[in-house]
């Protein structure tokens, strides 16, 4: 059974740097094809992806944001590290982590976590 | 970089039909996934690679690609059916970014 979660600061404060963990089990990311990837959902607003990361350690970043992301893996720990630089306030999100298939689909998610930037 | 657009809402009684449309340039090249939320939840899909439907979705959800429209098609609608849908492709062939769609309120009447 696949199942990830994601872990870090409730709250932070515009310009600093945000660090989300994604701890999973059921899978590992050694496995050709496999993915972890990053998604968040402002506050009533649609989804929007950020970063993947693959098996073979390819990275991949969405275009508006990839100067202030890096995502990493440790496939020893079972963990993917999002890191997130010059927070604002319009970076307040519920940020997710999810396993991409190999068709390119996220087909488990975890729970989510809810960030707010606040001074 | 490529963009996919989909009504903000759309409303149908149930036992009706519902459709929500998925629109990007020449989409009919790439695999489309789908997804609900529901309020305070994790998305789940409920049609990938454009037509196929995971293990425990029922057959009311079905799904076509053809073109520049995508389509997500909810056949005898139920209360619970009631949710925001997601259509989510790749950015290219070697699959550099994803995409997500613009999302769809389903409302049932």
């Known amino acids: 059974q696949i199942t990830l979660k994601e872990s870090g600061p409730a709250l932070v404060k515009p310009t600093q740097t945000l660090t989300l963990t994604c701890t999973f089990s059921?899978?590992?990311?050694?496995?050709?094809?496999?993915?972890v990837g990053w998604v968040r959902q402002p506050p009533g607003q649609a989804l929007e992806w950020l970063t993947l990361?693959?098996?073979?350690?390819?990275?991949r970043y969405r275009p508006s944001l990839k100067s202030r992301l890096t995502i990493t893996k440790d496939a020893s720990k079972n963990q993917v590290v999002l890191t997130m630089t010059s927070m604002d306030p319009v970076d307040t999100a519920t940020y997710y982590c999810?396993?991409?298939?190999?068709?390119?689909?996220?087909?488990?998610w975890g729970p989510g976590t809810l960030v707010t930037v606040s001074s | 970089s490529y963009v996919v657009t989909q009504p903000p809402s759309v409303s149908v009684a149930p036992g009706q039909t519902a459709r929500i449309t998925c629109e990007g340039n020449?989409?009919?090249?790439?695999?489309v996934h789908w997804y609900h939320q529901k309020p305070g939840q994790a998305p789940v899909v409920v049609v990938y690679?454009?037509?196929d439907r995971p293990s425990g979705i029922p057959e009311r959800f079905s799904g076509s690609n053809s073109g520049n429209t995508a389509t997500l098609t909810i056949s005898r609608v139920e209360a619970g059916d009631e949710a925001d849908y997601y259509c989510?492709?790749?950015?290219?062939?070697?699959?550099?970014?994803?995409?997500f769609g613009t999302g769809t309120k389903v409302t049932v009447l």
């Open positions: 999810a396993h991409r298939h190999t068709n390119g689909m996220f087909d488990y």
């Open positions: 989510q492709v790749w950015d290219s062939i070697t699959d550099h970014w994803g995409v």
């Open positions: 990361i693959y098996w073979n350690d390819e990275e």
């Open positions: 059921g899978f590992s990311l050694t496995t050709f094809g496999v993915g």
């Open positions: 690679d454009n037509s």
């Open positions: 020449n989409i009919g090249d790439r695999s």
